[in-house]
């Protein structure tokens, strides 16, 4: 993102300027000095109980391995973008009980029912291409090339118009008290998720972070009584089982599913300051660190980017009543010179370039709670209505753009990681590219970086997230689907990750999974009618491979 530029009257005195100019940079020092406790920035490989198994990073090497494919720079700086923040007035309906809110939320979200048909109606048979956001593409996705696809007709606007209108003022007038407290991690389980939160909590505690952590359980069927009442546990960890916390009256008006429950999870997670992780997604390193820092600190909002270019419909922010600029352009561009080619999502006011990947998601609910309740609100409608709008059927269309989009519409801050997403993975022998996860990087490094008034006070940012995500690190799927195999010869799956995290990531998570599964023997529903004998030989099998090929 870039900067909005300031302009200096003229008949200011220069000297006066030029004062001014060095008091800023004096305490610009200051405040960045103090916001960052560097023994935070140190990741300690640590053990907390019996159940952890030690395992010390090794020293990251300074050369980068040969074959790592890195990803794509943007091609210049993306810089913050000022954000006007939207003065509101004080919220009249203090909730202090947990189930209340969720009712109210709920109720006001139902009755805002659009009732218009599901938005489907297309120009053409023709959809939007995925473009890379570093790709050259000769499309340019201007506000005119953007309105050529999703269709909506009078009626539908003015029923969403509507809708939207209405329930904005109604979020606004509430607000908390003793709902929310601390800082946090939630997953989403259910399912194989349930493994995948233990794999991914597991990492948690053995690279050293203390935060609390609550896994939500969506259904009765999903519930794993060893699993809640006694593995998560001994981790720090605890399930909400959703039926129980919304209560029987609230939890009738859900129709979610799939992507849906991550902004409810949100809702009904207990913490203050919340880090959203899909469940198969493993930290790196501490996490804990962000909440104390900038630019957690005064945006409240972090949001991670994905691969592409941002494909919003128009009418999206016609709908929401965004305002975004005709002739400000806040993104660089190369050859446009006509403004009706501007990308619409390098304008001031849209959301802006690339699209955003939800995998990690972090939110202050005090600053922000609004937002929260709004995402929610497209999530509900999101299969329906908000999803199409916010993506137009690419790729990844789903819950991503909603968190963002929500915090755009009500004119609150947030901050966008400038690092563009790594694509984590290996080469085959003819040189073809295998992705199995993305790397997202550090914010609080990503924004020292955007600050940095040298190229030499800039380092790193390291990455901090790899969102395993396909495939996911699942024994079953990962031998049916031969994902550790090139034909007859066992791989790495994650490629030289050493050069990226500064240790043996591969070997660190398939020796979480050996001690889960066969040290400790968990049972878990997704392994019920596995040979654990069979299962786990190809674990140490995959170990051992591990181990002799550093």
């Known amino acids: 993102m870039r900067g909005s530029l300031h302009s200096f009257n003229r008949s200011v005195n220069r000297s006066k300027i030029f004062a001014l100019l060095v008091l800023s940079t004096i305490i610009s020092f200051v405040l960045v000095y103090n916001s960052i406790d560097i023994t935070d920035t140190v990741s300690v490989i640590i053990e907390k109980s019996q159940n952890i198994t030690k395992l010390e990073p090794e020293t990251p090497k300074e ?6 494919e890195q990803p794509k720079e943007p091609k210049e700086p993306i810089e913050s973008v000022e954000i006007t923040v939207r003065v509101k007035p004080e919220p009249q309906n203090v909730i202090t009980k947990p189930k209340e809110l969720y009712n109210t939320v709920f109720q006001l ?15 053409s048979g023709a959809r939007i291409p995925n473009v890379g956001f570093n790709d050259n593409s000769k499309i340019q996705f201007s506000k005119e090339y953007l309105s050529e696809f999703l269709q909506l007709n009078e009626t539908e606007l003015e029923k969403m118009k509507e809708s939207h209108s209405s329930i904005v003022p109604k979020f606004e007038n509430i607000t908390t008290k003793d709902i929310y407290k601390g800082d946090g991690i939630v997953f989403v389980g259910g399912g194989r998720f349930n493994w995948m939160a233990l794999m991914s909590v597991k990492s948690l505690r053995n690279i050293g972070s203390e935060l609390p952590v609550e896994v939500m359980i969506p259904n009765q069927a999903d519930y794993e009584a060893d699993l809640c009442e006694n593995v998560l546990p001994s981790l720090n960890a605890k399930c909400l089982y959703l039926p129980e916390i919304l209560g029987n009256e609230t939890y009738s008006m859900l129709k979610f599913g799939g992507y849906q ?28 660190v962000i909440f104390r820092n900038e630019p957690f600190k005064s945006k409240g909002m972090i949001v991670w980017p994905d691969f592409w270019k941002r494909s919003t419909s128009p009418d999206f922010y016609n709908i929401t009543g965004i305002e975004v600029s005709s002739d400000e352009r806040v993104l660089p561009g190369f ?3 006509d403004k009706k080619y501007f990308p619409l999502h390098h304008m001031k006011g849209s959301l802006l370039d690339p699209t955003s990947e ?3 998601f972090i939110l202050n609910k005090e600053t922000h709670l609004h937002d929260m309740f709004l995402a929610l609100y497209y999530n509900s409608y999101g299969p329906k209505y908000y999803y199409p709008l916010l993506s137009q059927g690419v790729v990844g269309e789903g819950d991503k753009e909603t968190f963002l989009a929500a915090s755009v519409a009500l004119q609150n801050t947030y ?49 901090l997230f790899v969102h395993s995500n396909f495939p996911k690190l699942h024994p079953v799927q990962l031998r049916e689907q031969r994902k550790l195999f090139e034909g007859e010869e066992r791989v790495r799956m994650f490629g030289p990750m050493k050069g990226l995290v500064g240790y043996d990531f591969e070997l660190f998570q398939f020796r979480n999974m050996e001690h889960l599964l066969c040290d400790l023997r968990i049972e878990l529903d997704t392994f019920k009618k596995e040979n654990r004998t069979t299962m786990c030989q190809e674990i140490h099998q995959h170990v051992d491979f591990l181990v002799k090929h550093p």
């Open 261 to 288: 429950y991550k902004s409810l999870a949100l809702l009904v997670s207990s913490f203050k300051n919340v880090l959203l992780l899909d469940a198969d997604n493993l930290a790196a390193y501490v996490p804990d």
């Open 335 to 337: 050859t446009e010179n």
């Open 358 to 360: 939800s995998g990690q």
């Open 109 to 123: 979200i139902r009755d805002a029912d659009p009732k218009v048909a599901p938005f489907n109606r297309y120009k």
């Open 63 to 68: 050369e980068k391995p040969k074959q790592e």
């Open 415 to 463: 901050f966008q990681v400038r690092r563009s997403v790594h694509a984590v993975g290996r080469f085959k022998k003819d040189g073809h590219f295998v992705g199995v996860a993305m790397g997202q990087f550090d914010p609080i490094q990503d924004h020292l970086n955007s600050i940095a008034k040298t190229e030499e006070e800039k380092k790193g940012p390291r990455m």
